[in-house]
Each structure stands twice: as C-alpha cells, then as structure tokens.
C-alpha cells in the first residue's frame, strides 16, 4: 500500500493506482473530460490538472500513479486557474449553443464548465463551422462540437476493431473523421453506435427520429404501434436517475401508452418467434449435414444489425452462414402490418410502427429496401434509441418514476423469459438451446436454472458443447452428437471466429454473434454511463426478467403457438419465409 | 574582451573541418573508432561509470544526465533493446547536429555503438529531420562503410557484440523531435507524445527499453570513454561539464556552429564569436534554445553558459542556439512569427497548446493592431501560464516561453500597444 496527502488528508491505496482514483477513495471527485472508465489513460484534455508538490508542472490525476509520500492539492489556486483555462480554451473551440443542443443538461463539458465557475469566457470564439456528417441514417457526426477527447476513436478501434474514425490533421485542423474523410455512410461503419455512447458531447449521437413519430402520433388516420427490445427495459430507467440494470418494464409500458401509442408491444414475442424460426432452420441445416445434404454450418445468429453490417462488409462471401431470420423487431413490424392490421381491419398504410431500440445500428437496418413485406412500405417506420425514448418521455412531461407498472398489449406483447435473455450476449443461444434441445429430446435442457452456464457472462467470445443422447424419433440421426455452440460479441470478437470459419478450422455448428461488446446492454443506443460496472449490472437485470417469468422458453408461448396456428403454418413455412426471413447483400470495404 | 581562440574549446568538433567526412580511413587515422575498441574491452557497467563520472548531460534541449538513462535501459528488462538517435534538430534557429553529422558522421556512430554495448541493445536508428538531405547522405555513407569496415553488423570487430544502425528520415514534423512523438512516428504512427511514465527507457520503441539521445550527446560518448570521465568532468564548469555546441544565428557579424565550454558568457558568444550586430546596430534581444526558448535583454547576457547559472534566472538554452536580434525589429512581429510556428507545429492532442497557441496569436495580434487592453496581458499571461503547467509535452509547455519573456523583459512593449483610452 502507498500513504500519500491529498488535500491535508492521508490515505493508503494500493500501488499503481491514479490520484484520481486515490482522491475517490477521500470521497474528491476530482473534475475530468477525456477520462472514461474501461478506457486507456489518454490525458489529452488536461481538465484533471492537480498540484503535486516537487513537480514544476501540474499533474493529470487520470494518468498519474501515486507514490509514497507525495502531497496533492485537487484545489489550489494554481490547480483551479489552470483548469479553468483549459474549459475556457476548449469552449472557445466549441459550438456553445447549449439550449439548441442535445446534450443539454447532460453534457460532461457543460458539467465540468459549470463546476470549473465559468460564467464568462475570457477566449474569443476560433470555432470555424463544419459541415455535419449526417449521411448515415444510425450517427451524426458533428465536428463543432467536438472537444477531440479520443474516446470515440479508443472505442471504435480497441473494443471493436474497426478503426473507422481517427484524429486526422495537427494543431487547430485535427480533428475526428473517418478514414480519408469520408462521409461515415460511405466508410465501413457499422453503425453500432459505440462512438455516441462514450461522446461526453453532441459531437457524435444517434440520428434523432423524436419528430417523425411526434409527428406520427398527432396524425389522426395513423395507428401507431410500438415495440421495445429486450435491452431497453434494464436500462431506460437510468436516464431517470434509476440504478442501472432496474427493470422498467411496467413504467415503460406506462408511458409508451402515455405518450399515445395506440398499441403497445414487444419485440420480445417476435424474439420468442425468432426462436422457433431459427432453431428449425438450425435443425434443419444440421439433419442436411448429417444426411448427407448440401449445409452450411456453422450457422450464425442475424439479430443484432451492426454485426450484420460488419459481415456483409468484411466477409462477404461467407454470408450463407447467416440464419435467413430478420432481426426480431423488423419480424415483428411484418407481422404488425400484416397479421395485425388484418386483425384490426386497418390498411397496412396506415400502420406506423415505431421500433425502440437500444441499437443505433437498427435505424440503419429499418432503412435496407429488403426488409418491406410489400417492396414499398418498411416493415418498420422509425427507430428511436433508448435515449431518444427517455427524452421523449421527458418531452411530454411524464413522471417515469413515479408511473404505476402496466402490461403490454396481447396478442403480440406476451414473451417468454428465453426472448428477454436476447438482450445480452449468450442469451440467443441459451434461448435457442433451451428449446431445439427439448425439440430433439423431448426433455427440458438439464442446467441449473435452465442457464447454460459456459456462454453466461461479459467475456468477449464464449464457448459451449452439448451431448444429445437419446433423441426423440425424428432426430435419431443426431444421438451422440455433441453440438459445438459459440459466443461472441464486439465486432472485433466476431472477427476471430470468422477468421475461424474463413481459414475452414471453426469448430462450431452454432453461433451467436451480437456488434456490441456485452450484447444489446450496451448497445449504441442505450443510456451514457460512467459507472464501469454498467454492463455486469444490466446483465444481471436481464437474467432476474428471465427468471422472474413462469414461462422462460420460447416453443411454450402461446400466443406464438397460435400465431402458427391461425396465420404462420409451420415454422420455415411460406409464409414465415415470406415475412420474416430475409437476404443479405455481399457488400465489400469501402 | 577574450579573443575567439580564448572562447571557443574543441573537443566534439576537433575533426570537423580537418578530415574529409566521406573517409572512415581519415576518421581512423584521426583516432575514430579507438573508443570502440577501448569500450569492448571494458564492462558495460564500467563504461556507463564514466559517463556517470563525466556529468554529461543532454544536449537535446532538457539536460539529462546521459549516464543515469544509460543506467535505466541496462537495467530495464526486455529484449531486445533499441538506441535511438534524435537528429530531428527542427527547432528553428538549431544546427548544429546538422553541422556534427555531416562534418564527422562516424563520431556519432561511435557514440551510438558505445551505448549500444554498454546498455545491451542491437538496433539503431538515426531519426535526422527530413529537410536535411546531406546530413542523410553522410551517415548512410558512413553506416555502410562502417559495415564493410566490421564496425557495425554482426560480431564487431571480433567483440562478439553486434550492432546495426538505420536511417530514418523524418518528415517535416517539429513535434517529431519530442522523444516519444519521434518513437511514435518511427513505429509508423503519427508523431503525437505518449504518456510519461513509462519513460523510454523501459517502454520505448515497441515498448522496448529505449535510449534515445541528440546527435550531440552521443558525439561526446567516444571522447568519454577515451579520455575518461574525470577528465571530462574537469571541462567547464562545477555545474556544467564538458562544451556545447553553440548554433549562433541572426543579427551578428559571424553567425555559424561554435563550441565553447560551460562557463563562458552568453556575452562571449554573442561579442566576441559573433562581433555582435552587423551595420553599427545595436542589439535589441537574444532568443536562446530556439523558437521555444526565452528572449532576454542584452543587459543579461553576462550570465554565463551553465545550467545551474541559467536555470537561477529561470531560464535555458535548450539546444544551444542563440539568436541575436537587433533594433530593426519589432518584437511584436518576431512574437507573432514565433507562435505562427507553433500554431502550425502543435499535434493536436492536448487542450492547452492545441487551442492555447492560436489563443496567444489571436491576442497578440491585438496589441500589433494597437487594440489590446490591460485585460488582454492578464488573459495572455494566464494562457501563458497554464499551457507551460498543463500542456501534455515539452513543446506545449516551451511554446509560450518567448512571450512569457518578453511580458517580463519587455513589458513596455505590451502596455505601449495598449488601445488608446478613450
């Protein structure tokens, strides 16, 4: 253990750690911008300046470890002025428009400057207004107000592998743009967002889509219909000061209704459906490959659209790999505007279905012209991100908190616990395998809780084997077989296991691929968070809806198994390739 | 008054001028390459022990003590080891590195070879800036003919130790001369600083332990290890051992690359080696170091050469220039020139010299116009001040230097450009 002073006060921390993390321990939080948790140390901003006594210059708390003896000073007047000046300068350099800006009162410059006392900037404006980069229907990219903090280039280079933005330029030009400055839409992005959750700013958010379901809402001949992810239910609730990983769903639900839904479901019943879908297309690849038939396994999940970009991009010919299903939410748009609107006797035009997502990549996705039931209306007509949600929400004035719990609409709001598990990685597998595997055994799947252990967890690439022994008749052919099961999430994870499949030594017959590191919880869209155990804490709220269901596997839905009943046929059928399957496109780098 | 032969002292320099650089027989037979032979037959630690002894600090610009960094990349673990030499010489108003590599090239290589052996690393690289074309030309000469001579390559000259050196050219870059920007472009980044610690010496190039030094620093290895480190302690000054180069630049009657021991005065340099200004002018102010250096009055310039002398006036001569600037001249306009430079030459990566440098021109540019207020020196001065605390490198925190003395040298200057009262 190291003692050093902070602030006249001793304190003992082990050996390695930061003055930043030392003053914590003394309750000092001391003020920082280009800081973020699970990130490298990257010290460009110079907000988290402290006096070190023996040292010439100030100090950055992020970057500096402490050692023994050293006396701090978080609050000296030296310490202040200097950062102080360093918001100044950096504010001199920004787009300060604070009440036109989507970051309002929730920006971390905005909250430095606030806490730094400025009032009034002594540094006249060098700002030289950009052109936005809205050419991607998933992010926005806008130079003006970026403060060059580095965390969005970390992210989409170390935790994705991407590297599709960079610092380009020196001194006053540098700047974040994507390779050669292009425009993001014409670059390899995957549009997963992981940029605009780490921008302490509005340099880079999701393509804001509030005023077309506004718009939406207050038009009389429309019935809009809404469905929400898995993953938005854990973590919606934060934006309204709630600990994350808090289930919302019945507040949710509440204020969806509030804010003029007329119909509130939820991509939960279509991830149920998802199930069944997939795993006979599974089922069936597997009996053509053990029969001799033409198959191409390993079979990959398709629910999570950044990683369907990313494929399409990277590995273009590797796309039979991917299970045909469309993701759970463009299902369950088909489904509304035809089942649905059917049902209700509404002409599918005028069904307006509104998608909340906790993705940014989803927005893209419900843009592909493949994914329209009809070739001219889209299966889905908007996506908003958990974030944007929040704030529509805070727009009309609702009290989140305080809104008494209300049930989805039927028939497409009922899901099972195996559709919430969706949310994170493993959890498609971990759905899929409860019920292929009571499919091909006539028995429930023997784990603990039903969870496959091995693929529960944060670990970026996940690995299962499960024996089948004594099959039901229909699946004689696959007794014995141990079927190799993979997990991977982050783009950059998903590269190795096609890398795998690429040079022909994956061992795998399934996998589960999801863009974000962590699955759907973390996705582009989800709420901004400092807390460095965000992920772990979402994770857990996802498996406590699971477990708190009666129902945790997909094939005992009801209203699934009337859904193929009265409508769908089988599942693989015609009608189910017709409306909830789809193609890929063999895109290419850019 | 000294005469010119009292002032000047030649020791990294004896060559220069004497031989022909292009020659590895005349450098041998003016005694090259002996400091090598006489290295292999000692322990690295020996060696390290003299220039311990000798005091030799570096001549980069921030006076390091070359023999403790030695002592770190022998001790550091990690294999292999590299020995960087920094020949980015791009601070305006320096070269004399240029002069060194290009009038006696295999005295650096020496240098270089000596350190390799004695810190246990195989691979060099000599970073010259990219503008200097000759200084190129002149090691890539004497790297090869050092190679066909067996003192660099495999198993030199018998010792059992071998050593390779490359070139590398830079590419225009001022931050580049920043040791980790420089490591950084050298893997193929972009030049920008890396976070300190870890230094070099343990986490360098590919995060191997590093020595990176000047071309000047390692040019004295040789006369070092020859001469032995008390000898070399006993040149200059109790503070100050040894000579520096002196790159003598602007309005003086001889400017040019001139060595001189620690100890003599900034006053020698500028009187009695450059004969002062040229067409009866008088001198206005002396920048030293270079672009990033302080500018004093011609009143200061009997403070002699000696770090512990100049640091007491809260000053440094960086990388040995001094440029001299007669009445001719507007500081204003020197001052805007200075930070033009660095506007151009910031990488970008820190807030305070990203955004600090234009801060400073925008206010200059003010009190050029005649328009400046009161508050316009206290915001300079606090943009001043914050970017030399705060500034993630060396170049953020130099740059401001030339108006932080000029405010303190120089107010006049400022408070008679103030906007006229009204």
Known sequence: ?590 | MKTKNEIIKTLVTKRCGVIKPDSIEEFIGAGGYQAVVKAFSMQPEQIIGEVKASNLKGRGGAGFPTGIKMDAVLKAEGSPKYIICNADEGEPGNFKDKYLMENDPHQLLEGMIICAYAVGASHGYIYIRGEYGDSMTALEKAIADAKANGWLGANIKGSGFSFDVMVHSGAGSYVCGEEFALIESLEGKPGRPRNKPPYPTTAGFRDKPTMISNVETFSNIGIIVNGGGEAFKAIGTETSAGTRLISLSGNVKNPGVYEVPFGVTLADIVYGLGEGAPDGQKIKMVQLGGASGPIIPPELLDIRLDYKDLADEGISIGSGAVIVIDERFGMMEILERIMKFFCRESCGKCTPCREGNRQILNILNKFIACKASEEDIKNLTSICNVMCLTSFCGLGQAAPTAVLTTLKYFGGEYTGRLAAKS
Request: some cysteine; overall charge negative.
């Open chain 1, 1 to 590: 253990m190291i003692e050093l002073t902070i602030n006249n006060r001793k304190v003992s921390v082990p050996e390695g750690t930061t003055i930043l993390d030392a003053a914590k321990k003394l309750g000092i939080t001391i003020p920082t911008l280009c800081y973020f948790p699970n990130q490298k140390t990257k010290a460009n901003c110079r907000v988290c300046v402290v006096e070190v006594d023996g040292y010439r210059t100030l100090q950055t708390a992020c970057s500096t470890p402490v050692a023994p003896g050293m006396v701090v000073k978080t609050n000296s007047p030296k310490a202040l002025e200097a950062r102080k000046v360093n918001i100044e300068l950096i504010l001199a350099n920004h787009d300060a428009r604070c009440l036109e800006c989507s970051r309002n009162l929730n920006c971390e410059l905005q909250k430095v400057a606030n806490q730094a006392g400025i009032t009034d900037n002594p540094f006249e404006s060098v700002l030289v207004m950009q052109d936005i980069d809205d050419s991607s229907p998933s992010i926005v990219r806008n130079p003006n107000k970026c403060i060059k903090c580095g965390r969005c280039i970390e992210v989409c280079r170390d935790v994705q592998g991407l590297n599709i933005i960079d610092d380009a330029g020196r001194s006053a030009d540098m700047g974040v743009v994507p390779t050669f400055g292009k425009f993001l839409n014409d670059s390899n992005c995957v549009a997963c967002g992981q940029c605009a959750v780490v921008c302490p700013v509005a340099a880079i958010t999701e393509k804001d889509e509030i005023g077309v379901v506004w718009e939406a809402l207050s038009d009389p001949s429309k019935r809009v219909v809404v469905q929400t992810a898995p993953a938005v239910r854990v973590a919606l609730g934060e934006e309204f000061g709630m600990a994350p990983g808090t289930p919302v769903t019945g507040k949710m639900a509440a204020s969806l209704r509030a804010l003029g839904f007329d119909d509130i479901f939820d991509t939960n019943f279509t991830a149920d459906l998802t199930i069944m879908e997939e795993g006979t297309e599974f089922l069936t690849r597997v009996k053509n490959a053990l029969t001799g038939g033409k198959a191409t396994l390993p079979m990959i999940t398709s629910c999570s659209p950044g990683w369907i970009n990313f494929v399409e991009i990277n590995y273009p010919e590797l796309l039979d790999h991917l299970s045909t299903c469309k993701s759970p939410h463009q299902m369950l748009g088909a489904l509304i505007k035809t089942y649905y609107a059917k049902k209700i006797n509404v002409k599918p035009e005028d069904m307006f279905v509104v998608s909340v997502m906790p993705c940014t990549a989803k927005k893209y996705e419900a843009k592909r012209p493949e994914l329209s039931v009809d070739g001219i209306h889209p299966d889905v007509d908007a996506v908003l991100t958990t974030r944007e949600l929040a704030r529509m929400i805070k727009q009309a004035g609702i009290d989140f908190v305080n809104l008494p719990d209300e049930d989805f609409d039927n028939p497409l709001g009922l899901s099972t616990g195996a559709a919430d598990i969706f949310g994170v990685t493993g959890g498609v597998m971990e759905a899929a395998l409860r019920t292929v595997y009571e499919i091909v055994t006539g028995r429930e799947l023997p784990f603990d809780g039903l969870h496959v252990k091995p693929i529960v967890g944060l670990e970026g690439i996940k690995e299962a084997t499960i024996k089948i022994e004594n099959p039901v008749a229909d699946y004689a052919f696959l007794d014995g077989v141990e079927v190799k099961v993979a997990v991977a999430s982050s783009t950059k994870n998903a590269k190795v296991l096609m890398d795998q499949i690429a040079a022909g030594t994956s061992p795998y017959h399934f996998i589960e691929i999801m863009g974000c590191l962590g699955g759907c919880i973390t996705g582009g869209g989800q709420p901004r968070s400092a807390d460095p155990d965000v992920r772990i804490k979402r994770l857990g709220g996802m498996y406590s809806v699971d477990e708190a269901k009666v129902l945790r596997k997909s094939h005992d839905n009801p209203y699934v198994k009337s859904i193929y009943e009265e409508y769908l046929g089988a599942p693989n059928g015609h009608l189910s390739h017709e409306l909830l399957h789809t193609h890929y496109n063999k895109r290419g780098k850019a």
